[in-house]
């Protein structure tokens, strides 16, 4: 595997591969059971086979963990290696944005609620960054975990609406035993933290359980997910909510694709998760 640190290298490196079914996986490092499963699936499906690794200054706000971030570097590239990734592209903060950087990217209307109004100018800054590692790398596939959904949302929206050329892929979210949603911010939790975690899947077990049983509106099953949240008292609820996976609007009621979306603090650590609900005829299945 080929560590590379800068722009005009990897440009040059992908050149020679733009008529291959060249793959790129971003991730900001802390590599973690979901990633390595993104990678496996592009080395499933393409090559050649470039992971990104940079922790993005500018999708973190003031007040958000950019500097204790969890970084290893080493550890990483190690697994990606062992995993038979052919390019790691690791630019520095100062490569990606140079002295002068004025340019951002906005995806008007499906960034401003949720995670956006959550974590104001997040969007804008993952969807800058992304645009910048599709222009250097030039992929033809692209592979995202599902757990990030309102992102990977956004992302699908900004490569129609600029003619991008990857085709992006969406791979299903990686749990623990307990169900919990690997995160590189799992780090961050102290064990009984950690127990209470598991209080989001439940949350969404609790709703996949009443949509098999019959239940359809939204208003109840909300109630329910917070029901479940707020019996944790370490765990402080952000939002749950049911949306349109096109609009990301909330819906009254369950009606073809939808996702249940919940954000929550546990002790001093965010996280997010999610559950797919899919209609076929009078049908539904939910994965979590």
């Avoid at 591969?17 to 499906?45: I, N, Y």
């Amino acid at each position: 595997m080929r560590v590379i640190e800068t722009i005009s290298e990897m440009r040059r490196t992908c050149a020679r591969s733009r008529d291959t079914k060249l793959a790129l996986v971003p991730t900001m490092g802390a590599l973690h059971e979901g990633h390595l499963s993104l990678v496996r699936e592009a080395r499933k499906q393409c090559s050649p086979v470039v992971v990104s690794i940079f922790v993005n200054p500018k999708q973190f706000g003031p007040s958000e963990d950019f500097q204790k971030y969890p970084r290893a570097f080493e550890a990483d590239r190690a697994a990606l290696e062992k995993l038979g990734v052919d390019y790691l592209f690791a630019p520095s903060a100062e490569e990606m944005y140079p002295p002068g950087f004025r340019t951002s990217v906005v995806v008007e209307g499906l960034g401003d609620r949720l995670e956006g109004r959550s974590r104001p100018g997040h969007f804008q800054g993952v969807t800058t960054v992304v645009l910048k590692l599709f222009e250097i790398v030039q992929p033809r596939f692209v592979f995202f975990g599902r757990k990030d959904a309102q992102q990977v949302r956004i992302i699908r929206q900004m490569a129609g609406d600029l003619n991008l050329y990857p085709e992006i892929v969406t791979c299903p979210i990686v749990r623990e035993p307990d169900g919990l949603a690997l995160s590189s911010r799992n780090a961050y939790l102290k064990n009984e933290e950690r127990q209470a975690a598991t209080v989001l899947y439940r949350a969404l077990e609790t709703l996949r359980s009443e949509i098999l049983a019959g239940q359809r509106n939204a208003s109840p099953l909300l109630a329910s997910m917070r029901q479940v949240i707020e019996s944790e008292r370490s765990v402080s609820l952000d939002y749950a909510e049911i949306v349109d996976a096109d609009s990301f609007e909330p819906v009254m009621a369950c009606r073809k694709t939808c996702y249940a979306l919940v954000a929550a603090r546990v002790g001093a650590t965010r996280l997010i998760d999610n559950a797919l609900i899919e209609q076929a005829g009078d049908s539904f299945t939910v994965t979590l």
